[in-house]
């Protein structure tokens, strides 16, 4: 079956540490996306990669880091610089031809 | 700075009644305007979408209707049913791929 995965569905961490929430997508597609959603906020831009090798901050990227060493995955790490780590994370993905973004299912971060 | 405006914050419906949710946007590069369903704990998915080249859209039933003049767009649900009760964003992209700007979000009960 084809689609994006992220792991895990939910994740705990302490204040101060570092985490890495994964993402995984077998579409093949060029685009992938991670986004923040706060309750009544939306979803808020955090990086996103168009190509391997590539990416590009968004809105909300202060106190997070990605890579995207390979075309299938882009992990996003989630630092101690980050002021209020807890809310719900969601990878997407897209081909470069269309504007069709799909969603994973998400991981719930609570970080205490 | 939003760029996309949405609302209401909150819908509810009587079962096989009209839901509609409105959608305002300011950047008039955007040239894709989708909406996504999300369910509690859940990823959202795409609903549907429209370019600006037609004025409506409607898939089974859902129908986004689109007034470019004016800016905006919504999406009207017929014969709401309680299944459809969730969280509805609008988005908005500009060509070249780039990345979703989404509304806030509604939330929709529909009752019976």
């Known amino acids: 079956d084809g689609g994006i995965t992220q792991s895990p569905k939910y994740l705990f961490r302490k204040e101060g540490q570092n985490v890495t929430l994964s993402c995984e997508q077998n579409l093949n597609h060029d685009a992938m996306y991670w986004y923040r959603q706060d309750p009544g906020q939306g979803l808020r831009l955090i990086y996103y990669?168009?190509?391997?090798?590539?990416?590009q901050k968004g809105d909300i990227a202060e106190g997070y880091s990605v890579s995207r060493e390979k075309k299938e995955s882009f992990p996003l790490t989630v630092t101690s610089a980050q002021k209020n780590p807890t809310a719900f994370y969601l990878c997407?993905?897209?081909?470069?031809?269309?504007?069709?973004?799909?969603f994973g299912p998400g991981t719930r971060l609570t970080v205490t | 700075q939003q760029q996309v405006k949405q609302s209401p914050q909150s819908l509810i419906v009587q079962k096989g009644g009209i839901s509609i949710i409105n959608c305002a946007y300011e950047n008039t590069a955007f040239d894709y305007f989708p909406w996504y369903q999300q369910f509690p704990g859940k990823g959202p998915a795409l609903l549907i979408a429209?370019?600006?080249?037609?004025s409506e859209k409607k898939e089974g039933r859902f129908t986004i209707s689109f007034n470019k003049s004016a800016k905006q767009f919504s999406l009207h649900i017929m014969d709401s049913q309680p299944g459809d009760s969730a969280t509805y964003f609008c988005a908005a992209s500009a060509p070249g791929n780039t990345p979703l700007v989404f509304g806030k979000g509604t939330r929709l009960s529909v009752i019976a």
């Open positions: 990669s168009q190509i391997v090798n590539d990416f």
């Open positions: 429209i370019r600006p080249d037609v």
């Open positions: 997407a993905s897209s081909r470069r031809d269309t504007y069709e973004q799909y």
